[in-house]
């Protein structure tokens, strides 16, 4: 185990440098100067080159990089250009949200997802079965945005029962989560049926329905369990995945997430936001396959972690 995690921390933090180098070579490439959004249209010449060379943004980008790279070992993941606050400071702020969000639309995802591909599999060319592939097809297929406003049109604005947006209460999380949790739901649901069918005709399955099991016990539990690891691997992903691709759901419901966060530094061109939550969301997408990839052997012991 622990030459295995040992290998995976390698792994990591190779992807990690793979990943800061990207994101700061695509913001060069942006268009627009973060240090005229800083000094404003009517500031001079001499106060843009001032401000620049106070940011470091005079050097050649190598240069530029090897900076941020000497902060990030010691801690520091920069100041915010217009903010004027540490950016390890703003993401803290707004990781509780962003964490409430992500356990809530897991939550959506498993119970959709789950239920419906247990059904269609155990009713496989059933109209039910035909039924939840469609729905599942156009959960998938639906932008999120459309089912954000309508979700809000119709439960919030028509009918009353959630609030519009903000944040701090279970009815505010309910909307977002939903909207998220669908989509995912789908994915989940035709996974666990694919997986469920293919369970459901091995020998074993056979031999528990021969010595008297239950539907119920045959699906629930000698079925479920072996077509369960598909599943764990995408929650590994949607791990990594809301904690900073929520960006139109939290834009949406005015959600104080980091992908909100996000988004306001890149219409800002705010450089150490943009790349601090790029690799907080690398950080979280590699945690999450490890945890997904620990908690598969304990699922299914045939299952052995190698290096």
Known sequence: MLRYLGARLGQALLILVGISMITFALIYLLPGDPVRQIAGRSATPETVESIRRQLGLDLPLWQQYLRYVGGLVQGDLGRSYQQKTEVATLIASRLPAT???????????????????????????????????????????????????????????????????????????????????????????????????????????????????????????????????????????DIGLFMSGAVVVESVFGWPGIGQLAWQAIQRIDTPIIVGVTLVAAVAIILGNLLADLVAPWVDPRIRLRR
């Open 99 to 237: 964490l409430l969000l992500l356990a809530g639309a897991i939550t959506v995802e498993l119970l959709i997802g789950l239920s419906a591909g247990i059904l269609a599999a155990a009713r496989r060319g059933s109209a039910l079965d035909r039924a939840v592939m469609v729905a599942s097809f156009t959960a998938v297929s639906a932008p999120q945005f459309v089912v954000g406003i309508l979700l809000l049109y119709v439960f919030a604005v028509q009918l009353g029962w959630f609030p519009i947006g903000g944040y701090g209460s279970f009815a505010h999380l309910v909307l977002p989560a939903l909207t998220l949790g669908l989509l995912g739901g789908g994915w989940y649901a035709r996974v666990t049926r694919s997986s469920m069918i293919d369970v459901l005709r091995q020998d074993y399955i056979v031999t528990a329905r021969a010595k008297g099991a239950g539907r119920a016990r045959v699906l629930l539990v000698h079925a479920l369990r072996n077509a369960a690891l598909p599943v764990i691997a995408m929650i590994g992903l």
